[in-house]
Every structure is written in structure tokens, then in C-alpha cells.
């Protein structure tokens, strides 16, 4: 079973060494070799995207951008593991499992514009993605209160015992608070059908890990609660794969929740508005940037001669011909229409809002008349 202590909330499950070249067996087969070349697609797709979006925010396009660079395995082997049925709830870096799952390119960045073709309407913050037709639900920067409601999503799935199984993502920042120990009592008292994923990062925004918990692990607490606790190689995408399909499973058959924490590391910034070179040094990034999950796998698949140096110009010039498509598209649009803030507030509307929409329309229609 791949490179592991015998605890596996202790160890640290893996399936491919730092470099590139796989370890041991790990028991259960491998992901196929399509799916394998189609997760280094999703990895760099998503790297390609938030590069570019990242840069937009510099020039003002943007307001707001927290990337996932160093971090695109986790929601990627998510993404791929579960099922398109099963419920994501996620925090900050895990918005490209909706891409995974095949939500369009232009409606997503429209989210992060907040324009005329958002489907939430400009009402939610730049990268906090979501959408009811891939079973991604929008989630606050509030930290952690995601892991109780995919908690309580989990139990009512449980009720209607349909197959499904909720996926709650968190940051190692994220078990500092209330919700997070809420959120495992009750999946260790109830069982419902969930797995809890912990994105250890190393740094909750400035604080690291050593001022964050005294556990020798934070999938080690999952014990407290009840719960198996799995620690795996968060750079690893065919472990993640592994270890989410063994959950989405152990969950789905009624084996009860799982609590995972993967080990990464956060290679850019929180997020637009932070500057890490505060608080960490350039020689534990550089140490980091060893192991960067898109060349891990690169080397595996190179070394299986499943693709080659064409093949990766290709896929990455396909990338930035979709992206520069989507985002002249979408960086044309203006913004929502003021009138859609009458829109989702009641399932009907009261007489008040009705009067307000209308009073608002007459006072647009004076204004355009005298202009």
C-alpha cells in the first residue's frame, strides 16, 4: 500500500515519490491511463486560469483572487473520484471541481466578475463558485461553518437513503474553530454518509501549522470524534484519487463518514490581498515547489510514455485558446441589471418588493427619458 506508516492517520499515504516515480503497489488499481492524462489536463487548465486571473486582478479587472497554485490536485482527484450526484461544500481552493465536473469556462469566470452573466447575480464574492447544476454549494468566508452543513446535508442523504454521499472541504486554520469539532461530533454520533477534507496547506493565512495544533497530525483528531482518520500526500493526485474513492465508498455503503487530511502546501499568497513574504521564507517555498503535483505526475506519465513534450504544448495551447475566448466574452459584459436585486428573495414575491421593483422602474424610465 503505496509509502505509509502502519497508522494511517499518522503516515502519509503515497503513491508517487517526490520526483515523479511511483512506489509500491497500492493495492487497488490504478486509475486508467486516460484519466490519468485527463487530471494533468484539469491540473493545468486550472493553474493556466488562475495565473491569468490573478494577473487581471493586478490591472484592476478583478477585485479579488485566492488561487490554488501548488494546490490543484486536491479538488482535481475530488473531482474525478466522487460522483457528479454527490454534494460538494468547499472553502476557498476547491472552486475547479466544478470545472472538473464540466461547468462552462464563461459562466465561471463570470462569477469571478460578478456581471451580467453570473448566475449568482454579483451577489457572492470573486472566487467563491457555485452552482446547483454540478451540486456545488456557495460557501462564506466565514471559516469552517461549511463542515457543519455538509454535516447536516450528509444526514438528511442519510434519511432519504439515496446513494449520495456530501464532500466538506476545509483549511488546517479551519480546526482552530467551533464549527469543525461540531461538524465531526456529529458525523462520529450520526454517521451520515460524508467525508470531511482537511487541506493542510502549512499556513492559515500567517499562522503555521506548529501555531495551529498541538496533534502530531490533524487527521489524527478524527480519533476523538469516533471517525477514521486518513493522513495522504495532498501533491499526490493518484493517492488523493485513492483515498477519496475509498471514502466516497466506505460512505455510500453505509460504512459511515471519513476525515482526510492532505498534505500540501500553498505556493502563491492566501489571496490577492496578501503578501507572504511577511511571515515565510523564499527557501521554504523553493523546498515546496520540489514537489509540485502537475510535474510529479508529468514524470509518471512520461516515464509510462503516456505522453510527451507535444503533447503538453498542445494541451496547454488548447487551454489558452479556450481562456482567452472565455474571458473576451465575458470581460464584454456589463454588470447585473439593478432589477435583479428584487430577484431570489422570496419564493413570491410581497406587495412591498412588488412596489419597490416598480417604483425602481419608473424612476430608471424618468431618468433615460431626460438624458
Not at 97 to 110: A, K, S
Not at 254 to 263: D, K, L, N, Y
Request: charged share 20%.
Amino acid at each position: 500500500m503505496g509509502e505509509s506508516r502502519d497508522d494511517p492517520a499518522l503516515g502519509l499515504f503515497r503513491v508517487l515519490s517526490d520526483d515523479g516515480n511511483a512506489l509500491a503497489p497500492y493495492g487497488k488499481a490504478p486509475p486508467s491511463d486516460a484519466t490519468a492524462v485527463d487530471m494533468l489536463r484539469h491540473m493545468m487548465r486550472i493553474r493556466i486560469i488562475e495565473e491569468r486571473m490573478t494577473a487581471r486582478q493586478r490591472q484592476g479587472k478583478v477585485g479579488f483572487y485566492g488561487a490554488s497554485t501548488g494546490q490543484e490536485a486536491t479538488p482535481v482527484a475530488a473531482g474525478m473520484a466522487f460522483q457528479k450526484r454527490d454534494w460538494i461544500f468547499p472553502a476557498l481552493r476547491e472552486s475547479a471541481i466544478m470545472l472538473v465536473r464540466n461547468f462552462p469556462l464563461t459562466t465561471w469566470l463570470c462569477q469571478v466578475y460578478g456581471n451580467s452573466g453570473d448566475i449568482l447575480k454579483g451577489r457572492q464574492m470573486p472566487s467563491h463558485m457555485s452552482a446547483k447544476a454540478v451540486h456545488q454549494v456557495a460557501w462564506s468566508s466565514c471559516i469552517g461553518t461549511q463542515l457543519s452543513h455538509a454535516v447536516g446535508a450528509a444526514m438528511a442523504a442519510g434519511l432519504r437513503k439515496d446513494g449520495t454521499v456530501v464532500v466538506g472541504f476545509c483549511g488546517d486554520g479551519a480546526t482552530s474553530e467551533p464549527d469543525f469539532h461540531a461538524a465531526l461530533n456529529f458525523a462520529g454520533v450520526y454517521r451520515p454518509p460524508c467525508v470531511m477534507i482537511c487541506q493542510n496547506n502549512h499556513w492559515a493565512i500567517s499562522v503555521p501549522t506548529s501555531q495551529q495544533t498541538a496533534s502530531s497530525t490533524f487527521a489524527v483528531k478524527a480519533r476523538a470524534y469516533g471517525l477514521p482518520g486518513i493522513r495522504v500526500d495532498g501533491n499526490d493526485v493518484l493517492a488523493l484519487h485513492h483515498v477519496f474513492q475509498e471514502a466516497a465508498d466506505r460512505a455510500r455503503s453505509g460504512g459511515g463518514p471519513t476525515f482526510v487530511e492532505t498534505v500540501t502546501y500553498r505556493i502563491g499568497p492566501h489571496s490577492s490581498s496578501d503578501d507572504p513574504s511577511v511571515y515565510r521564507s523564499e527557501e521554504e517555498v523553493a523546498e515546496w515547489k520540489k514537489r509540485d503535483p502537475l510535474a510529479r505526475l508529468t514524470v509518471y506519465l512520461k516515464t509510462r510514455n503516456l505522453i510527451d513534450d507535444v503533447a503538453i504544448e498542445s494541451m496547454q495551447h488548447k487551454i489558452n485558446t479556450e481562456l482567452s475566448a472565455a474571458l473576451n466574452e465575458v470581460e464584454s459584459l456589463g454588470p447585473p441589471d439593478v432589477d435583479t436585486m428584487f430577484d431570489d428573495v422570496f419564493a413570491r414575491p410581497p406587495w412591498h418588493l412588488d412596489a419597490q421593483r416598480k417604483a425602481l422602474r419608473e424612476h430608471r424610465a424618468r431618468f433615460e427619458r431626460n438624458t
